[in-house]
């Protein structure tokens, strides 16, 4: 019903930058919350941020508050998330997710659950 594809992904060294892109197809894109989680290699999924619809409410997970922003363009289709100063930990497969808006609440934008649609994922390596 609704694709989600993340591009943007790569190699930097601790200290620098990357810009994630999501781009989605199908449905209706500025009804959905959007929200990035992320896995590291032995680790389970995690939150890492989230928008509402219109862009008026943000949710950030606390080890990347400061340092990460979440934003979207609603007449291109397109979530983002622009990491700065970079951490080996932030090394994993980052996954941009969908679904419809229901309560703004920090558990309803920061749960995986909580989201039905889910892109293939862009690895993010950071090197110390």
């Known amino acids: 019903q609704v694709q989600l594809v993340e591009s943007g992904g790569g190699s930097v060294q601790a200290g620098g930058s990357l810009t994630l892109s999501c781009a989605a197809t199908g449905g209706t894109f500025s009804t959905y919350k959007m929200g990035w989680f992320r896995r590291a290699p032995g680790k389970e999924r995690e939150f890492v941020a989230a928008?509402?619809?219109?862009?008026?409410?943000?949710y950030y997970a606390e080890s990347v508050k400061g340092r990460f922003t979440i934003s979207r363009v609603n007449s291109k289709n397109t979530v983002h998330l622009q990491m700065n100063s970079l951490k080996p930990e932030d090394t994993a497969v980052y996954y941009c997710?969908?679904?419809?808006?229901?309560?703004?609440?920090?558990?309803?934008?920061?749960?995986?659950?909580?989201?039905?649609?889910w892109g293939q994922g862009t690895q993010v390596t950071v090197s110390s």
């Open positions: 997710a969908a679904d419809s808006e229901s309560f703004i609440s920090y558990y309803y934008f920061a749960t995986p659950s909580k989201y039905n649609y």
């Open positions: 928008i509402s619809r219109t862009g008026g409410t943000t």
